[in-house]
């Protein structure tokens, strides 16, 4: 596909010539063969091109989907109209891009993406309501958006989610009320050979909507993370039907790090509070005691424990950092997500770029602008 068709797909009108130079670049370097595991030439990043405007990229974020195929990307420009980007890396084809719409949901297990059109608002709080954040507030109109079809985004959506299957054999099963939003409300885990009709967990009457966060390590527990009526809560189920609640109020960022992540050694999860606190959940024990600096953003986990960015540096707290090439700080960054096959992506925004590489690459950026 050319890079005009794929530009085109949108159905609607194309970017303004000065924000097309972005995903064009992007595109080419993509085609040209860099990749999630690929590093780029021993010069430095593996191409370049010019962006009129540095301060285009108002509100941002970014995400994996589909278990580390796609990138997801949101952009909204100055003008307040959003953009939705997704970027193949198996094909390494130019990028579908989906003008006026959010991105307020990605299943990350699947490559399906819950969008909103924009209003024509631009409100703040409406262009800075992105998935990951655990605001759900009810669309007049959700489409939905399966990268794995190659489709434009459809209204014609289903009240769930793809089902999550853990590695203990126990499938979550996420069900969506479409007039409370793109978030699951409801949770069925059942067996995945089908022998029995499974369980469906009794949630706190204060949850209404929840972002699911996983299998724990065993499949002994699936994760969820909720902002009820009582604030933010981790919240852990088992398919018997037990629940373990955090005291702690996790930190939710939208587009920039995960809610919560599970250690690699124990059915235990770490995360961040509201107030700067490092807390874990679960009834594993961990190996070590790790304790993250106030503003830290948990993105993953690795064998020596959680993956915190943090100041410029994704690390492991208290160790030394993980990432051999250094992410720009808080103010720079709109957007950054870390898969365990796929390596970090990070979307920048002065100047604007995306760079997508394993951990251990020192040269991960596949596009750069020049400020």
Not at 160 to 186: H, I, M, N, Q, Y
Request: aromatic share 6%.
């Amino acid at each position: 596909m050319t890079e005009s068709a794929a530009l085109s797909r949108a159905r609607r009108r194309p970017w303004p010539l000065r924000r097309v130079a972005p995903v064009a670049a992007l595109a080419g370097l993509l085609a040209l063969g860099m990749a999630p595991g690929c590093a780029a030439n021993e010069e430095g990043a593996s191409g370049r091109a010019d962006y009129v405007d540095d301060s285009e990229a108002r509100y941002g974020g970014v995400w994996w989907a589909g278990d580390g195929a796609f990138v997801v990307a949101q952009l909204t420009a100055a003008d307040g109209v959003p953009h939705a980007l997704a970027f193949d890396m198996r094909s390494r084809g130019a990028p579908d891009v989906q003008e006026g719409k959010r991105v307020v949901a990605v299943e990350p297990h699947s490559p399906r993406v819950w969008l909103v059109p924009d209003e024509g608002g631009g409100s703040v709080e409406d262009l800075s309501d992105l998935a990951g954040d655990l605001r759900d507030s009810p669309p007049r109109r959700l489409l939905m958006w399966d990268l794995g079809a190659g489709d434009d985004p459809t209204d014609d959506v289903e009240s769930r989610w793809r089902p999550w299957p853990g590695p203990g054999g126990t499938t979550a099963f996420l069900e969506v009320d479409v007039l409370k939003g793109a978030l699951p409300s409801r949770l069925l885990l059942q067996p995945s050979d089908g022998s029995t009709e499974g369980t469906r967990v009794a949630l706190p009457e204060a949850v209404t909507t929840f972002e699911p966060l996983g299998w724990s390590p065993s499949g002994e527990w699936f994760a969820l993370a909720s902002a009820g009526s009582d604030g933010p809560r981790l919240l852990l189920c088992s398919p018997e039907g037990g629940i373990i609640a955090s005291g702690g109020r996790p930190a939710a960022k939208g587009g920039r790090g995960t809610i919560a992540v599970w250690l690699q050694d124990a059915d235990t999860m770490f995360y961040v509070a509201e107030d700067g606190s490092s807390g874990t959940l679960g009834p594993g024990e961990p190996d070590d005691v790790f304790t993250a600096s106030p503003g830290a953003l948990p993105l993953g986990s690795v064998p020596a424990g959680p993956l915190v960015w943090h100041l410029g540096a994704v690390a492991v707290p208290g160790r030394e950092r993980v990432a051999s090439a250094p992410v720009a700080g808080l103010a720079e960054v709109l957007g950054i997500a870390y898969h365990p096959r796929a390596g970090l992506a990070v979307l920048e925004g002065a100047p604007l770029r995306l760079t997508v590489g394993p951990l251990e690459d020192e040269r991960t950026r596949i596009w750069e602008a020049d400020g």
